[in-house]
């Protein structure tokens, strides 16, 4: 019996316990922060045993992914890229709204979200361009340029409708760059250039943006406001498909900027409705927190199942439970990178590091937004917020990692046997 359950969790058995906690973490604080759904849907069980449903079938993903040889993962890359520029294109056009922006396509019977396939998908290609093209002095001066050409494209799809996502993949890539030892002048070019585009962008942002009466997504949504949403959506046309957007970023950058120290009795919560309650909650949770089901603002805080489940998990489990999420993350990363220096071939080194650092900076941007370090972003927790593409996807690049140390942990093996 024990043989049994060791050949089907197979890999580094480090991810998986990281993997256990997470999704024990995550089963309870997103029971507990679910009490609007369970309001809404007249079904203590219901929303819970939907977010079970899918960790499990998340968890026979990883499985199904750890067991494919990593050269396989070569060759699905080219299919990948396809389905990720069509699916982006489709969600741009007609993809359903949530909250103001084309995000997901609905397919009768669940809905996915494209950008979560295009993340997995672009660092799988930027591994592959950087291990085809490695030199003893490091990358080939042309990787530089068939990495932006094959990733800038759908880093400005994204970034239309999901301005945080696009980011983060970004940031991931140059990190990934980096560690592929990409010649530091070209790295330094880039950044360069993103300055500029940044200060560019922030300048019509707060311009174009100003002339927009959109409201900000803090506030909480309700049946009405989704509907004016639809309606602007068909309005629509030319530039306003790029710039929608935009006034939204503003209020959130001017909310983020305007935040001082006032009296409880001079705070307008109103005007910044999640990160306020938020503030609440991790204010009111002390050491050890009120313990698992007892939060009280699970109630008031919008998103509070998955863009902030961090603070509920501060206010319910307290300082202790918040450093040990920390904790399991910062483990993921530096696990990742022991099996990523175990391997004997650059590609599954930078695939490794790659899909570990897109878990591990994403799961640090989710608690910079919960405790107002970095302006409200919508991304989920990786693995804890309840989620739907999100949660499958990220267990498949889990499994990717693990598919990886079973590989490693073999060469490891036959060192001894030849020496």
């Known amino acids: 019996m024990e043989k049994r359950i060791s050949n089907l969790f197979k890999g580094d058995k480090v991810i998986w316990m990281v993997f256990f906690f997470l999704c024990m973490i995550s089963i309870v604080e997103v029971f507990s922060a679910s009490s609007n759904l369970t309001y809404k849907s007249h079904n203590y069980l219901s929303p819970i045993m939907g977010h079970v449903g899918k960790i499990i079938f998340g968890a026979f993903v990883c499985i199904v992914t750890l067991n494919i040889p990593c050269r396989y993962f070569k060759i699905m890359t080219p299919f990948l890229l396809f389905v990720s520029y069509a699916t982006l294109l489709w969600v741009l056009i007609g993809g359903e709204s949530i909250n103001g922006a084309n995000r997901v396509i609905q397919i009768p019977g669940f809905t996915f979200q494209p950008s979560e396939i295009a993340k997995g998908t672009l660092v799988l290609a930027t591994a592959q361009i950087l291990s085809a093209m490695q030199r003893e002095d490091g990358a080939d001066k042309k990787a530089f340029k068939y990495i932006l050409m094959t990733s800038l494209p759908a880093v400005f799809l ?40 940044v200060a560019v962008f922030l300048t019509l942002v707060f311009s174009i943006g100003s002339l927009d009466n959109e409201d900000d997504e803090n506030a909480p949504t309700t049946e009405m406001v989704a509907q004016q949403q639809q309606h602007q959506k068909k309005e629509r046309t030319g530039i306003q498909v790029v710039t929608h957007r935009f006034a939204t970023w503003r209020n959130r950058l001017l909310s983020h900027a305007k935040n001082e120290n006032v009296t409880a009795a001079e705070y307008d919560i109103n005007k910044n409705y999640q990160v306020g309650h938020a503030n609440i909650a991790i204010a009111t949770s002390g050491i ?33 439970g918040a450093f040990f999420v920390v904790f399991l993350y910062v483990i993921l990363l530096f696990r990742s990178a022991r099996i990523a220096s175990r391997c004997e071939n650059n590609f599954p080194a930078f695939l490794v590091m790659g899909l570990a650092l897109m878990l591990v900076i994403q799961a640090v941007i989710n608690m910079l937004v919960a405790v107002e370090i970095m302006p409200v972003t919508g991304q989920p927790l990786p693995l804890i917020s309840r989620g739907g593409t999100s949660t499958i996807i990220n267990c498949a690049y889990l499994g990717a990692i693990l598919s990886v140390s079973r590989s490693a942990k073999k060469r490891d093996e036959l060192k001894p046997a030849m020496a």
């Open 158 to 197: 994204i970034g239309i409708e999901n301005l945080s996502t696009a980011g983060l993949l970004m940031m991931v890539i140059i990190l990934m760059m980096f560690i592929g030892r990409v010649p530091l002048m070209q790295l330094g070019k880039l950044m360069g250039v993103l300055l500029v585009c």
């Open 288 to 320: 050890i927190g009120k313990g698992p089901g007892n939060s009280v603002e699970r109630d008031f805080l919008p998103q509070a199942f998955s863009d902030f489940i961090y603070a509920i998990i501060i206010e319910e489990m307290g300082i202790i």
